[in-house]
């Protein structure tokens, strides 16, 4: 793949000193090798998957085959019986709380009187080899009274639909459309409005162009490559410790304690190696079935997803349908938006209250719209459980949004980038919140430099890899078309609507064999997106040291909050900056009182106290055999939940913006598309390490195409049928194009370094960029991903 240089900015980010920025090496700003790199590419890095210990057992989770029934009976004498199996559980061994769940406590540790999906599970088994728990766990005998599934979220929020979380033999009394966001009623998880300004403007103004239009898009899996997984290990006086791959530790400890009963003193974690996330490990999956075998067989018990099953154990993306109405005058001011959305969110609520509050809130992409009327619902179904992806609830909209704008731009003539840019949110305008978008906003520049980057030359079609279908020689270039699409889009970064979002670090400072030596201990949780050497990064750049351990991830700090939202270099990043400050400032108090110096006068750089440039001591003559440690629970400025009639107020702390322009070939015949370039431009605020940027933009950008060409869980009755990646699709090397990428730093004054999130924003406008390209070159009004042949040729 191929990328241009981040670009140069015009604004410079502030926080730490130029002086120290300038002269550590492996700082803020640049690029140094991750702590974790060579153990993963070597194969020695341990994943989860990887944890061994002696005289462990094996946990094994028995599902439901069915989608939606009453449970009458479970028989689990056989499988007890069977030789080196030490437990076999089902909900009555839950000592505490029945029921857990992210945001609403609604989701059984295990099935109750009621399986609601596919794949819930039922019971659990523990035996001294996974090949004799399996077959255990075949032997439980459950017996079901088979209900009618609840699949569409539309016919979910109906009157006559049964209330899948209430009276099972089918409640009609009519649905409240007005309940409270996050106290669920009927099928209904939440409803959220936006109403601004007066709706008839321009209804009947012959002036005023109308588009309507219909979208879909398909349920996408995370599709991380390690497998859930954990070890569970029981600490002999009731308590457990639990080595698990999970995004936040401290609120599955939080869910872990509520089942088990226990205090948190009793119910400690530890990240174990993570083969990747992407909001799937947002959720508790084997984490407390692992606990419970653990504590109720006394001895280590290690649960392990094969991927079918890993399929069935983690939530997806919502599935989304959309209707859209967008009016403009002739010369292409938007005059008003109506949205519709409905969110499929399957068997329980995980983070679809917070998904529909993005997909309502953002869901009109980065525009000034003056008059909005914005609905969006997120609904039980007997699907498989939604929650948290990457992009969450923003790429839903952005699909339907960006070929609005496309359908529109053709209505009135217009160049569909010019009307964009006509269009474009900016420092001070308004977003659909009523908040003021007030740090960069740089909408119009993204989308004109993305314009002016050079379009990429036709491919040779003797050579038949460039074509569409590859070397299956389907075509040899008769029938294939290029298309060129652009998308723009943003995303809020860190957590919204009143959440009290923050982190905790700790950050200790000691000269070991001579040498200064600094700790950070957070647990913020490490997937796979660089936070390790982040934090490294900050360390040495405001300490001035070169050496920076990462402590292990656990419980026995403060909450770091989730690995989601973009947010762990913004809250964490500035955790770890103030935390680092504060060890400066003493270090510096200290060695004024050794030199007889004022304060202000010292500086801490490579280990030693300077002055104007002077070395007047080192570190060790100042601290001895002490150490300098402190610990800082860092918020980012607070934000409000919106009013629930209006929509309006200061619901997220910052936005990210990116746009992408795709270029596809795609062959109008057979239906087939090769996308040959996907170029990106997005403002970061600030690279911390540019390196890590720009492999996050390009990770973003291939889900995005991903979803919007191949990637769909296939859910038939509310069954999946394609638990497998045989037949889950997802980019391999040869799907990923070149992806030149330009990277502005607009500095965010009110966060740390001036940073802005990076890792979600591309996956929101890559994908629509996408279909828009497929759109241009085929001319059919696609309106559903991921596209499929049969949509491009119409068979």
């Known amino acids: 793949m191929t990328e241009a240089p981040p670009s140069t900015a015009p604004r410079t980010p502030t926080g730490a000193p130029d002086a120290l920025r300038d002269n550590t090496i492996g700082g803020v700003g640049e690029s140094p090798t991750r702590p974790d790199a060579t153990l993963k590419v070597t194969g020695e890095f341990a994943y989860a998957s990887d944890l061994w210990m002696d005289d462990m057992l094996w946990g094994v989770t028995l599902r439901s085959p069915h989608p939606y029934a009453r449970i009458t009976g479970i028989e689990i004498g056989e499988a007890l019986a069977t030789a080196g199996v030490f437990a076999v559980l089902t909900h009555e061994d839950v000592p505490g709380d029945k029921t857990y769940g992210l945001e609403v406590a609604d989701q059984p540790v295990l099935a109750i009187d009621v399986v609601r999906y596919q794949s819930e ?9 996974p090949e004799v728990a399996r077959q255990a766990a075949k032997k439980i005998v459950v017996h079901y009274d088979v209900l009618e599934p609840v699949t569409d979220a539309r016919t979910a929020l109906g009157h006559a639909a049964p209330h899948l979380h209430g009276d099972l033999a089918g409640d009609v009394t009519e649905l409240s459309r007005e309940a409270a966001p996050l106290h669920p009623q009927g099928n209904l998880v939440r409803h959220l409005k936006i109403r601004v300004g007066d709706m008839e403007t321009g209804a009947d ?22 497998p859930e997984s954990g070890l569970a290990v029981p600490d002999g006086v009731g308590g457990v410790d639990l080595y698990v791959a999970t995004q936040w530790l401290h609120v599955d400890q939080r869910q872990i304690c509520t089942a088990l009963g226990l205090r948190p003193d009793q119910v400690r974690l530890s990240l174990a190696g993570v083969g990747g996330a992407f909001g799937g490990r947002e959720d508790l999956s084997m984490h407390v079935h692992g606990c419970l075998l653990a504590l109720h067989t006394d001895k280590p018990v290690k649960m392990v997803y094969n991927r079918e099953e890993s399929f069935f154990g983690h939530v997806h993306r919502h599935p989304a349908s959309m209707r859209y109405e967008h009016r403009a005058t002739r010369d292409g001011k938007l005059v008003s938006v109506r949205a519709e959305i409905y969110l499929d969110g399957g068997a329980y609520a995980s983070s679809t209250p917070a998904v529909v509050g993005n997909a309502g809130t953002m869901g ?9 009327h914005v609905d969006c619902y997120g609904a039980y179904t007997n699907n498989p459980p939604c929650g948290a992806m990457r992009g969450f609830g923003s790429v839903q909209t952005a699909f339907a949004v960006e070929a609005q704008m496309d359908e529109l731009a053709d209505a009135l003539g217009l160049d569909r980038v010019d009307l964009r840019i006509a269009n474009a949110m900016e420092e001070g305008s308004p977003a659909p919140t009523g908040q003021i978008i007030d740090s960069a906003a740089p909408v119009a520049e993204l989308l004109d430099r993305l314009r002016a980057m050079p379009l990429p030359q036709d491919l040779d079609p003797s050579d038949l890899r460039h074509l569409p279908g590859g070397v299956s020689n389907t075509t040899h270039g008769e029938g294939v078309r290029r298309g060129v699409g652009y998308a723009v889009a943003y995303k809020n970064v860190a957590f919204s609507e009143g959440f009290d979002d923050y982190s905790t670090a700790r950050v200790r400072l000691e000269v070991v064999a001579g040498s200064p030596h600094a700790t950070v201990h957070t647990a913020a949780a490490e997937v796979g997106q660089g936070l390790v050497t982040v934090e490294q990064q900050i360390v040495r750049t405001e300490l001035g040291v070169d050496t920076v351990v990462i402590h292990p991830k656990d419980t026995q700090v403060g909450s770091g909050g989730s690995t989601s939202a973009s947010r762990q270099t913004y809250v964490t990043g500035g955790a770890v900056q103030a935390a680092s400050q504060r060890v400066r400032g003493l270090v510096l108090e200290r060695a004024a009182q050794y030199l007889e110096r004022p304060v202000d006068e010292l500086r801490l750089d490579n280990g030693m106290i300077t002055a104007a440039g002077v070395v007047l001591a080192s570190l060790a003559d100042v601290l001895g ?25 200061f619901a997220h702390v910052q936005y990210a913006f990116a746009a992408h322009r795709a270029v596809v070939d795609v062959d109008v015949d057979l239906g087939l598309v090769k996308v040959v370039e996907l170029a990106c431009t997005q403002d970061v605020g600030k690279a911390i390490n540019p390196d890590a940027v720009v492999g996050q933009i390009q990770g973003g950008s291939t889900q995005g195409l991903g979803l919007a060409l191949m990637e769909e869980i296939q859910i038939s009755a509310g069954k999946i049928r394609n638990p497998s ?12 194009p070149p992806m030149p990428i330009e990277v502005l730093e607009y500095a965010d004054p009110n966060a740390p370094y001036g940073v802005r999130g990076v890792g979600e924003a591309p996956t929101i406008s890559s994908g629509p960029a996408v279909l828009a390209a497929i759109r241009q070159a085929c001319g059919v009004d696609l309106n559903r991903v991921p596209v499929r042949p049969e949509h491009i040729t119409g068979t």
């Open 625 to 649: 055999a002490d150490a300098i440690e402190e610990t800082v629970e860092w918020r980012h400025r607070t934000t409000e939940p919106i009013d629930p009639e209006t929509g309006q107020g």
């Open 121 to 129: 599970p039922v019971a659990l088994v523990a035996a001294d080899h």
């Open 364 to 372: 009109l992409g980065p525009y000034v719209v003056p008059n909005i």
């Open 725 to 736: 990646f045989t037949d889950y699709l997802i980019p391999t090397i040869l799907d990923v």
């Open 205 to 226: 103004d012959p002036d005023v162009v109308t588009v309507v239009g219909d979208y879909e898009v398909g349920m996408q899996d995370q599709a991380f490559l390690g």
